[in-house]
Each structure stands twice: as structure tokens, then as C-alpha cells.
């Protein structure tokens, strides 16, 4: 375990490029991990019944009580949509990890440990984005009056989150 002073004297060298990538990806997660969580993918007002949609489940709203019901039994569309924004959010971790230990651990190849980051960074913009797709085709398909919403939106930012900080470790990289 670095002492304090080395790991001062670690961050007072990172590059501009590492600083972004940190930053990047610490937003990209927060953002991620809200959207991946909160119900609001998709939202559908019929009258004046609110239907919301999110990866986990499907809440109703008649006469203001709640009523909700799992995604489980969705079609195949649904569930490849969340593995692959799940396979997204784990991607974007372990990138995370990796970032942290390349700012913080000496010993490891600084070479390898960038080729995997940069790997994981876009594994999960790239299956973050095809899931988005999937389920913002396939969700207008169920209803023209339904509306992408905000958790939706969160996921499709840290995406493109992911893919920057992704491009600012190959600068570093090349630094």
C-alpha cells in the first residue's frame, strides 16, 4: 500500500489525459448506476394513467396507487436489452478499478493495465449503446404515444461517457 506521499507525489504526475479519464468515468458511473437502477426508461401516459418502464420492472399508476410488476416474463428483445446494458455496467466498473489502479498501484504494467482499461471502457459504451437501441426501437413499437425518459437518458451519457474517457486513455497511453 502506497504511503500517502507517494501516492501525492503519484497524482501531482498524472497526465491531463488520466485526470479526464478518472473524471469521465467517476460521472459515467454515477450516471450509470442511477439510470441502471430507477424505473424510468420509458414512460407512457394513457388516460391520465401513468405507465412507467425500467429494466427491473413495470409500475402503474391508476387512481395514484402503485402498482408494479417484473420485467421477468418481458420478451426475448427486453431481456437482451438488459444483459447487454448490464454487461455495460460491469464493463464500466471493472474499467473504474482499473483506472484506479493504475493511478494508485506501482508495480503493475502500466502498458497492460491501459490495454484492458481501454478494452473495458469500450465494451461498455459499445453493448451500453446496441442495449439502448434495442429497447428504444423496440419500446416505439409498443406505442407511439410512449416517451424515452430520463433514466434512459442517464445510461445513453454515461455510454458516451465511457467512449470519452476511453479515447483520453489511448492519449495517455500514447503520452
Sequence with gaps: MPSKAQFAAK???MSRFTCGTV???IIASILYLIG??????????????????????????PLGIEACVSTENEKDWYKASIALVTIGFAALVAAFVMTLLYCCVNTLG?????IITVVLMLLAAVSSIIG????????RERSSSLELSW????????AIM???SGLLAVLNARE
Design 110 to 114: 502500466k502498458r497492460s493495465v491501459v
Design 151 to 158: 433514466s434512459f437518458g442517464l445510461v445513453a451519457a454515461a
Design 11 to 13: 497524482a501531482a504526475t
Design 23 to 25: 473524471i469521465f468515468l
Design 132 to 139: 439502448l437501441i434495442i429497447f428504444g426501437v423496440n419500446m
Design 36 to 61: 441502471f437502477a430507477t424505473n424510468y426508461w420509458a414512460v407512457l401516459n394513457v388516460l391520465s394513467v401513468e405507465t412507467v418502464f425500467g429494466l427491473w420492472q413495470t409500475c402503474s399508476y
Design 162 to 164: 465511457a467512449f470519452i
